[in-house]
């Protein structure tokens, strides 16, 4: 035990280095008593080499290597650090994040960073210990910091701005908390010479907040910025064309209602945006002009996420994405929730935007789309993904049936078939489909499954690495829903 207390005072010094840990999972594999240890060992292995990729680029059999022992002992592996948080999570092996309220987190902070690796906290109901916890040292060992709802208004965010303790944090979430231009403006200036990402989601910001915040020195160091849910127009977005060293890569305009295709023309015209990598204009109103602007853009040819859940997008905006000589880089592509039909679906499909694809989202209202999206399927183009969600899109089960062809789909980590109401005939069909076993999460809900389904899921010699199965479990009786607890367990089992 003094050994192994040795390595962990050894990760907790060094909580930013990779070294360490793997120096222990050796130990742990030559040294390990019962196969609970050699577990962790491959587990902290497994979850150092997620880390180093993003979400899209982590293959199916990796994110397996890290789900399966976690769910078996991860409980284990969480105390002490479990017993005085609310929520907890792993990263790179060990517990990493945590969740409690600003006094709990003030009262135990010592045992916190003694007893793990923490990096990354969230805090609650900070109202009560603000001022405390502005002086409490105990920040400056946070590299991010989530205090998104945390009720801080803007008196209270100019305290914390003021926190001297600012310095080694990375990533702020300051979402939903009413920080307005004048705590906007404390920001702009506090001691926060590490941060490159913010979250300033919901916060009553305004076109004059933009300008305030393109004028700070914040500007020239952050990298990802969310302004989404906030009453900005495109003027503000205008705004961030006059910083001279603009080094955003990751852009969050979601939810600015009726501001889509205004914004989509602010950054079709603006050179500076060419270092963005992530766009998200998610619900938005964008309509097809909007997306027509952005792929004429050539600057935004570096764009590898590009996020447009729920727009008015139709068959016209799906042909000008598809045809665009530009946004050709996509790993990521969320057309999700939106109004496209066949035409658009097989202008995608000849598209040259599919080719580096890793993560593809798309959900479609017109039942004639769900021809267009089985013929999507076909394109071995698509080899390469990791993601694949058809949420809504009706498949239904003739075309179901498209997706057992579609054998080149055999590096699916994740499958979203939500909506397809193709019932159980549906269901036993993917069940059968081989090139699906390397899924560890599967969403079913929707589909109108009854416990032949669930039967079927159970019995499929395939589905050996699923970690998270989502169902309607009230069309279940408990034949149907013990089957799957047999088969899968019951934390794997969920309906939400």
Known sequence: MKQQEAFLQSIVEAPDDDTPRLVYADWLEEHGKGPAEIDRAAFIRAQIELAKLPPEERPADLLFQEGDPLRRHGVAWAKPTSRIT????????????????????????????????????????????????????????????????????????????????LGGIREMNLGNNSVRPSGLAALGEADLGSLTGIDLNLNELTDASCKALARSPLMGRLKRLNLGKNAITEAGLRHFEGVSNLALIDLDLSQVLGSGDRFARALAGGDCWGGLRELHLGHTALTDAGLAALARAPHLANLRHLNLEG???????????????????????????????????????????????????????????????????????????????????????????????????????????????????????????????????????NNTMGDAGAEALAASPYLTHLLRLQVDKYRLTKKGSQALIDRFGAAACSDS
């Open 86 to 165: 609310q929520r907890y999570e792993f990263g790179r092996g060990f517990v990493d994040k945590v969740t409690l309220n600003g006094a709990k987190f003030l009262d135990v902070a010592d045992r916190l960073f003694a007893g793990a690796p923490i990096r990354r906290v969230r805090l609650l109901m900070v109202k009560p210990a603000i001022e405390a916890l502005c002086a409490s040292p105990h920040l400056g060992r946070i590299a991010e910091l989530d205090l998104h709802s945390a009720a801080l208004g803007a008196q209270r965010t100019v305290l914390l701005a003021a926190s001297p303790h």
């Open 311 to 445: 727009n008015r997008i139709t068959d016209e905006g799906a042909i000008a994405l598809a045809e665009s000589p530009y946004l050709t880089n996509l790993a990521v592509l969320d057309l999700g929730r939106m109004d496209v039909g066949l035409k658009g679906a097989r202008a995608l499909a000849g598209s040259a935007v599919l080719g580096g694809l890793r993560h593809l989202a798309l959900s479609v209202k017109k039942e004639t789309a769900a021809e267009g999206a089985a013929e999507l399927l076909a394109r071995p183009e698509l080899g390469q993904l990791t993601t694949l969600s058809l949420t809504e899109t009706r498949l239904g089960p003739h075309h179901v049936s498209g997706l057992g062809e579609a054998t080149h789909l055999n590096r699916l980590a994740h499958l979203s078939l939500q909506g397809s109401y193709f019932g159980d005939e549906g269901v036993a069909a993917v069940a059968a489909m081989p090139h699906l076993a390397s899924l560890v999460s599967l969403d079913l809900r």
